[in-house]
């Protein structure tokens, strides 16, 4: 019978899987006492409803400790943080949304979905064998232990709560993707898109030729402007800093003294007869878990300790390295397994399996009545494994095995019994005690640079930049917006970005230790607004009118019948290009102009000279000399491609569109 932890071990994918782009599977629901007095802040906003700051950390800490990640770097809490959130979305977003949609899940379609009838990515996840078949029986298992095991009765109704959830959405997505409709006229511009090619001359008169001194873009102008194009300028909530960094290295005498220090430790190393204590005394010292053979190791350190010497020390990778071989083993560098895996409470179970293994039972047939985890379904073969990977109660186990041997090893919440399929021939393995000194700052160093740290974070009170000018330090910026959780181009900065989001304006930081060094930073502006003021788009505004005044310009200026009398007039060179399609991004002489390449392959008649094109760079005139048609592409191709297209365009913002609607505010960064 199938028990919860069997379903932990055995399906744990299905507590780190996305629905779709947004659900989050296999959440359970548990309670957390924080601690709080009547001050729950509010950390995000969700379709009108306050997040606060007790719902994610309780979501938060569900989802660590169901989904097993850690946050043991800034990376992993990262991705807990954004798993977080996506739940959140999920439950104030995204279900609600799908409830008015009508959308349901009947019971027919539940019961052909648990039978395999009906396919669900969710369940197959969690049931799918060895074999990559979705096991129904494996299903009826953990039904049975759901009946007497509440966690796991929990467990199930979250399980099937995915189910449904993954259902509904693939129903909205359905019901989207059957608004979309490719009409006979843009099947018939597809194919001539794809199967028209157009060659012929192009000029085009750079807007840089034409000095800016020529024109006067007034402030009205570009108000106007801003005014007509706003949404342009919509933007996120966002916090500016300055920030320093006092660097942190090790001195010349630094080095000198660590050397010094590792050359005495040496010696002592390569002439201890108690390797292990005093390796382990050391606070760099590493005892490796395991046995590697010559081919796992550096060849200068392999020559070393297969010969039994000391390597080292070494300076490598800013590192001082010195080894010794511990134990010396001879062992296969690879062998051959299969197991069968037990809870580590059946040992009554494994004793009695040994004693019938022993006896010649068959082991794969065994394996598949009794194994707790996938290989169940294969007799148990876990294939040919490097003996180096093994950990030390797999090394006594197996250490002098022979082919057909069964041994028993006992390893964190489970008992296997190893059959041996196959044995390499033994090769020397040793295991290697070490130590390793990173090059790194003293304490008297770091010392001092935390004291100007402090100098400086005394007189930036006054005057941040004038503090940065006498301790020699260059001030940095940086902006953050809604949900950042680093400063960029900062390593380990999270931190200061925590900081940031909870300061007031002028605000100067306490000093943080960012990786090896000291960073002071204060906050220069808090920036709310939906939109980017005018003040500041302006200076691009200015260029884009100043472009649109030298378009009428040079259009004034055109002057022939002809591309070359044109030309001869703007004074510049006709260009020929060829194999032109309306896919094209690039055209010899004029460059990444898009709307040429869409007034070319419109083109209808050729020999003709063309009206001038605003182009990106420059103003545009062509002539198309000649059309070829290749007939590549076909009407019933072009209308799959495009209904293709149209469904993916509507799969990519289907969710988008609603997360928009619901006006998320992400307020986390003061918190997490």
Wanted: glycine share 6%; net charge negative; proline share 3%.
């Amino acid at each position: 019978m199938m028990s919860l932890n069997t379903l932990r071990t055995k399906f744990g994918v299905v507590l780190s899987v996305v629905i779709g782009v947004a659900l989050l599977a296999f959440i359970l629901s548990l309670k957390t006492e924080l601690g709080f007095t009547g001050n729950d802040p509010k950390v995000g906003v969700m379709n009108g409803e306050k997040i606060n700051y007790s719902e994610y950390y309780n979501r938060y800490e569900q989802i660590k400790a169901q989904s097993g990640m850690q946050e043991s770097n800034e990376q992993q809490a990262a991705a807990l943080a954004n798993a977080t959130w996506q739940a959140l979305m999920t439950e104030h977003i995204f279900e609600p949304a799908l409830e008015q949609t009508g959308l349901s899940l009947s019971e027919a379609e539940r019961m052909a979905l648990l039978s395999g009838e009906q396919f669900s990515q969710t369940l197959y996840n969690a049931f799918a064998d060895a074999t990559g078949a979705y096991n129904v029986a494996a299903v009826s298992q953990f039904l049975m232990a759901a009946e007497t095991d509440p966690q796991a009765a929990a467990a199930w109704a979250e399980l099937l709560n995915q189910v449904r959830l993954e259902v509904l959405m693939q129903k909205y997505y359905g019901l989207v993707k059957n608004g979309v409709h490719v009409n006979p006229l843009e099947i018939a511009n597809g194919v001539n898109a794809a199967n028209e090619t157009f060659s012929g001359k192009v000029i085009t008169k750079p807007y840089s030729s034409v000095p800016d001194s020529l024109f006067k873009v007034s402030s009205s102008e570009i108000k106007a402007y801003y005014k007509a194009n706003k949404n342009s300028y919509k933007k996120q909530p966002s916090r500016s800093i300055s920030y320093v960094v006092f660097e942190v290295s090790p001195t010349e005498q630094d080095l000198a003294a660590l050397e010094q220090e590792v050359k005495l430790v040496g010696e002592e190393f390569a002439a201890t007869k108690e390797l292990k204590s005093y390796t382990r005394s050391n606070r760099f010292g590493t005892i490796a878990q395991n046995y590697v053979s010559a081919d796992q190791l550096m060849d200068d350190e392999a020559a070393a300790l297969m010969a039994g010497k000391t390597y080292g020390p070494v300076l490598k990778n800013n590192e001082w390295t010195m080894a010794r071989a511990l134990d010396t083993k001879m062992l296969p560098d690879s062998i051959g397994l299969r197991h069968i895996v037990l809870p580590y409470t059946e040992t009554a179970l494994a004793d009695s399996l040994m004693t019938v293994l022993k006896g010649g039972a068959d082991f794969a047939a065994l394996a598949a009545q009794y194994s707790a985890v996938q290989t169940a379904a294969v007799g148990g073969e876990l294939g040919v494994m490097p003996f180096a990977g093994f950990p030390m109660e797999f090394v006594e186990a197996l250490q002098g095995a022979k082919k057909g041997q069964v041994v028993k090893v006992a390893s964190g919440d489970a008992i296997q019994l190893l059959q041996v399929t196959r044995v390499d021939k033994p090769t020397k393995h040793v295991q290697v005690a070490s130590i390793v000194y990173p090059v790194e700052a003293s304490s008297d160093t770091r010392r001092v640079a935390h004291t100007h740290a402090g100098s400086f974070t005394v007189n930036a009170k006054e005057g941040f930049n004038e503090a940065a000018t006498t301790a020699a330090v260059t001030p940095r910026v940086a902006t953050l917006r809604q949900g950042d959780r680093m400063i960029a181009g900062l390593e380990e900065s999270r931190e200061v970005a925590r900081w940031a989001f909870g300061a007031k304006e002028g605000d100067v930081s306490e000093i943080f230790t960012v990786g090896d060094d000291y960073v002071i930073a204060t906050l220069t502006k808090i920036d709310e607004e939906e939109y980017t003021s005018v003040q500041e788009v302006a200076p691009m505004i200015r260029q884009q009118l100043l472009r649109d005044k030298k378009y009428d310009y040079v259009v004034n200026q055109i002057k022939g019948a002809t591309l070359e009398e044109v030309a001869a007039e703007l004074a510049v060179e006709p260009v020929e290009f060829s194999d032109v399609t309306y896919g094209s991004y690039y055209i010899a002489g004029a460059g990444l102009e898009p709307r040429l390449v869409g007034a070319i392959a419109t083109t209808e008649e050729t020999g003709k000279l063309s009206a001038p094109v605003k182009g990106m760079t420059g103003v545009c005139l062509f002539v198309v000399d000649a059309v070829e048609n290749s007939e590549a592409q076909t009407a019933e191709a072009e209308q799959v491609r495009a209904q293709a297209v149209q469904e993916s365009i509507v799969a990519q913002y289907a969710l988008q569109a609603i997360q928009e609607m619901a006006g998320v505010e992400d307020l986390r960064g003061q918190y997490f």
